[in-house]
């Protein structure tokens, strides 16, 4: 399953409960606010044995890099949701 997270992790809990709920094989992209969780510390400890994709225009356009995750671009974020059918947005 394709998890999609948008909101920051500094001001809502959505990333860490899909973490909580995701399984093996489960995939993680990262894309508005959400891309700040792969620039710090401590939410790229907790991202670690996570697949991880981020969307490199949210990073772009925040002046971030991500320090964990893959980066993709608007035709990668299409690619995986197309493999996964139906994604779950948080």
Same mark, same amino acid.
């Given at each position: 399953?394709?998890h999609?997270?948008s909101?920051?992790p500094?001001?809502h809990?959505? =990333? &860490?409960?899909?973490l909580d709920?995701?399984?093996?094989? *489960?995939?993680?992209?990262l894309?508005?606010? @959400?891309v #700040?969780?792969?620039?710090?510390?401590h939410?790229?400890?907790? =991202? &670690?044995?996570?697949?991880?994709?981020?969307l490199?225009e *949210?990073?772009?356009?925040?002046?971030l890099? @991500?320090? #964990?995750?893959?980066?993709?671009?608007?035709?990668?974020?299409?690619?995986?949701?197309v493999?996964?059918?139906?994604?779950?947005?948080?």
């Amino acid at each position: 399953m394709l998890h999609v997270v948008s909101q920051s992790p500094f001001s809502h809990s959505m =990333l &860490q409960r899909c973490l909580d709920l995701m399984q093996a094989g *489960d995939q993680l992209l990262l894309i508005q606010d @959400a891309v #700040i969780a792969a620039t710090t510390n401590h939410w790229v400890q907790q =991202l &670690q044995d996570k697949e991880i994709y981020v969307l490199q225009e *949210d990073l772009t356009a925040r002046g971030l890099t @991500a320090k #964990i995750g893959i980066p993709v671009d608007m035709a990668g974020y299409v690619a995986l949701v197309v493999k996964h059918n139906s994604p779950l947005c948080w």
